[in-house]
């Protein structure tokens, strides 16, 4: 069990959360982005749907497979990037014992 947990402990987020973005918005979510997160996974792919199917007539149906990809691998790629802010919110960890940022130091 302590095997386990190291392991994914040393996990690589950034690499995680591109693969939980096969679900656009998961990796958002999982680097504790929520705004962008939800939005993606209740708006965006919403949207995207609609506008593969309108595209659809227009390009042949190439746009009903070319549109959902180029979204899940900018939404991917866009996870990947993202700053990871993993223990940032101090409200969800309420276990840990909040540290005071240090004063900047001038000179």
Known sequence: MN????AWRSVDRDKFAL??????GAGHLYKHHYASGF???????VLIVFIALL???ATFGV?????PLLYVGSV???AYYLPDWHGHHHFLHPW????????????
Request: hydrophobic share 45%; aromatic share 4%.
């Open 3 to 6: 095997e386990l947990l190291q």
């Open 96 to 107: 840990q014992p909040e540290v005071p940022d240090p004063p900047d130091r001038i000179g």
């Open 19 to 24: 693969f939980l973005s096969v679900i656009p």
């Open 55 to 57: 595209l659809g007539p």
């Open 63 to 67: 746009s009903l497979l070319l549109a």
């Open 39 to 45: 939005g993606l996974l209740f708006g965006g792919n």
């Open 76 to 78: 991917a790629a866009g």
